[in-house]
């Protein structure tokens, strides 16, 4: 309901990326595409928490927090923010829900029990895992018309059926409304956003996505490892990225076109095809993480990388032939 008004405000203001002046390589469409859906899922996540959440210190802090990042995201759209300048600002984002005292307490010990983490590591280890997704989850499952929708929506309905396992505890309700909502709002944006875009996510719309992942992931009980198998496309891809771009001597944040995506593209695959690919990925590794135990998801995350990463390997030297 309110994307449509969001087309037209970005009209308005010129907040459009139109391929003809940004001649970026990653630019990949062919005509004007209005920027600023961030905004979009923004006001869809926010009123809608409102409405269904108590707005006790957790919600404040994550409300807080996207309202940053949706603002840092805004800006990019009409300006096209220095990487590293958004970098800082995503970390002062999610430095509002570990001041609220989200933090990841402890990990799983692979080989069994729990490792308990005194608070100083508790909220680093936070800090830096809700940046880390959110910077995955923007470098790595956005580009292709539809493409990040329908990932977050799938991510977010498993950690909503993940913890519908353990409802007897009340506090997990919260999270199954939040993850609930989160998926709600991007299955909202998707026709929008699905080939032939209307409108992009932008930076707004994917870094707050994995904003609330990630706290997602925290507040379940703390299962980060499922969501990190979940999302196993595009941590994997980001990561075989930034390590090229880092042993070619260039920066690890400047946008290319060496994504998997982009690969798939350029072995004749439509758009279409690619996002769909995206999303089955991800359901099926969503139904492997609710399967799985701690010392499963280690082995999991590790054949996942090796099938991912030698799928990549095989494109890029089928690309160069």
């Not at 090229?244 to 593209?265: I, N």
Request: hydrophobic fraction near 50%; charge should be positive; include cysteine.
């Amino acid at each position: 309901l309110i994307t449509p008004t969001v087309i037209k405000l970005a009209k308005k203001f010129k907040i459009i990326d139109d391929p003809r002046k940004n001649k970026h390589v990653k630019v990949i469409h062919k005509y004007p595409v209005p920027r600023l859906g961030g905004l979009s899922t923004f006001f869809a996540i926010l009123c809608t928490s409102l409405i269904f959440l108590p707005l006790d210190k957790h919600l404040v802090g994550i409300l807080v927090g996207m309202t940053l990042i949706t603002f840092v995201g805004i800006l990019d759209d009409k300006y096209n923010l220095n990487p590293y300048l958004r970098l800082l600002l995503g970390f002062l984002a999610a430095l509002a829900p570990i001041m609220a005292g989200i933090g990841i307490s402890f990990i799983s010990n692979p080989q069994g029990g729990i490792i308990d983490l005194p608070w100083i590591l508790s909220d680093m280890f936070g800090l830096f895992w809700i940046v880390f997704i959110m910077n995955m989850l923007n470098m790595g499952a956005k580009g292709i018309d539809g493409q990040l929708p329908g990932v977050v929506v799938i991510s977010a309905i498993t950690i909503a059926t993940m913890s519908l396992r353990f409802s007897a505890d009340i506090t997990q309700w919260p999270v199954i409304t939040l993850a609930a909502i989160l998926a709600g709002s991007f299955l909202g944006f998707l026709p929008w956003n699905f080939y032939p875009q209307k409108i992009m996510p932008g930076y707004g719309g994917s870094t707050q996505a994995g904003f609330l992942l990630a706290i997602l992931a925290i507040l379940s009980t703390t299962k980060v490892g499922i969501l990190m198998v979940v999302l196993g496309i595009p941590l994997i891809d980001t990561g075989y990225v930034v390590v090229r771009r880092v042993l070619s001597g260039k920066s690890p944040v400047w946008g290319d076109k060496e994504h998997l995506h982009h690969r798939l593209l350029a072995i004749g695959w439509g758009k279409r095809k690619v996002a769909i690919f995206y999303w089955a990925i991800t359901a099926f590794l969503g139904y492997i993480a609710l399967n799985l135990n701690t010392t499963s998801k280690l082995y999991t995350m590790v054949g996942i990388t090796i099938i991912l990463g030698g799928l990549i390997l095989w494109l890029t030297y089928r690309q160069k032939q």
